[in-house]
């Protein structure tokens, strides 16, 4: 099982990023997948998180209408595209699965419970 992160950068506030996650020995739709971030000194986040036997998605508060998690299960990749990109948002991000295909919003507000996590991929917004 491997998960395989791309799309971080530099970028500066206002700008946009999209990440992907794409995974090797299991298929993500039957599972709950999240975005986590971790800045520095802080814990790792919850950003967005799916489920699709739940048919729903979550975001925190503070990128509703701005980010967006997708999925081609063709290519057994998610996607965050992350839009207004502000320098709070720095962060170090994770692609994680869960096998245990919690409710988007429960899979989004812990780290425990993680199978599976990328390597992580940097963001950095600039001011």
């Known amino acids: 099982v491997q998960l395989v992160e791309s799309g971080g950068g530099l970028v500066q506030a206002g700008g946009s990023l999209r990440l992907s996650c794409t995974a090797s020995?299991?298929?993500?739709?039957?599972?709950?997948i999240g975005w986590f971030r971790q800045a520095p000194g802080k814990e790792r986040e919850g950003v967005s998180c799916v489920t699709s036997s739940f048919g729903s998605t979550y975001y925190i508060d503070s990128v509703k209408g701005r980010f967006t998690i997708s999925s081609d299960n063709a290519k057994n990749t998610v996607y965050l595209q992350m839009n207004n990109l502000k320098p709070d948002d720095t962060a170090v991000y994770y692609c994680a699965v869960d096998l245990a295909r919690l409710h988007p919003r429960l899979r989004c507000a812990s780290t425990r419970g993680i199978n599976y996590w990328g390597q992580g991929t940097q963001v950095t917004v600039s001011s």
């Open positions: 020995g299991f298929t993500f739709e039957d599972y709950s």
